[in-house]
């Protein structure tokens, strides 16, 4: 399998108003072409900062990151990002349609070419209906869904979630995780999901990377053997996504505890 996202030895300390904080230590794991990897962590782990030394959105202290071989020092293009706070990601004054179209353009693809991936994109999103609609116009689902629209269709390489769910409600939230791993299964794209759920760690991920407190390192990479195909009452009531979110939780409560792991955990 090939490795798309190369994190080798991470460190990340923020410093300034005389104050520094270590947040991330020594972080490395690698994501392979296609895969969707979860990445949770008790409050204050350094997800968010993890995501956005990844994104090039911020200047990383230490340590090596790499999207398809090339270093990581600015936002690259083959990255797109979705946020938490919908609201403020999309443009209020531009259309659905327009704002799924705008990253294309900067792209640099022709008129016909961005119509036919908006169009694409609305229609897996479930939003072909409200492209002329304004996002203000819109419930927060449905905007996040114009953004996934916009993150995917821009055909990243990698597409990276800090956890976009956590402002919508549950029934929404549980339609969203089902897009997300119906979009990954269609479409191929290798996603990085951050999420401080545990739950939704497991139901989405092939791979659930449990990172430690502070001073950040992965404390363990559990492997989610569950099928591919799954749904949110079958797959959740099943005994394996029981364990599975049992052990994830025990590895949550210890790394709370301060447990470390003894020696570099192999990946995957
Ligand atoms: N701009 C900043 N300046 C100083 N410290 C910061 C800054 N941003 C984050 N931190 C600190 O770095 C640590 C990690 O923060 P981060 O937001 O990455 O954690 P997180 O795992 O995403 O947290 P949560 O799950 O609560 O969202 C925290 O101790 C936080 O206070």
């Known amino acids: 399998m090939t490795v798309i996202l190369n994190v080798d030895g991470l460190a990340k300390t923020y410093t300034g108003h005389g104050r520094e904080v270590e947040a991330i ?7 392979h072409k296609g895969e969707l990897v979860c990445i949770v962590g008790p409050s204050g782990a350094g997800k968010t900062t993890l995501l956005r030394c990844v994104a090039g959105l911020l200047d990383s202290s230490g340590g090596e990151i790499e999207l398809d071989g090339a270093s990581v020092k600015e936002p690259p293009p083959g990255m797109a990002v979705v946020f938490q706070e919908y609201g403020r990601s999309l443009f209020p004054w531009l259309t659905v349609r327009k704002n799924v179209e705008l990253p294309l353009r900067e792209k640099g693809l022709g008129k016909a070419d961005r119509r036919a991936k908006v169009e694409a994109a609305l229609d897996a999103v479930g939003l072909r209906d409200s492209a002329d609609a304004h996002p203000w116009q819109l419930s927060g689902g449905m905007q996040q869904r114009v953004a996934i629209a916009r993150a995917v269709a821009y055909e990243p390489s990698v597409l990276l979630m800090d956890e976009p769910f956590a402002a919508v409600d549950a029934q929404t939230r549980a339609d969203l995780e089902d897009l997300v791993r119906r979009l990954w299964l269609q479409l191929g794209v290798t996603v990085l999901f ?75």
């Open 25 to 31: 230590r020594d972080l490395t794991f690698q994501i």
């Open 194 to 268: 951050v999420t401080h759920d545990i739950d939704e760690s497991v139901y989405l991920g092939q791979r659930v990377l449990v990172l430690s407190n502070r001073p950040t390192v992965v404390l363990e990479d559990v492997r989610i053997d569950l099928p591919d195909e799954r749904d949110q009452l079958g797959t959740r009531s099943s005994a394996r996504f029981s364990e599975l979110r049992g052990h994830v939780y025990e590895l949550i409560q210890l790394a709370k505890k301060g447990h470390r792991p003894a020696s570099p955990p192999s990946a995957g």
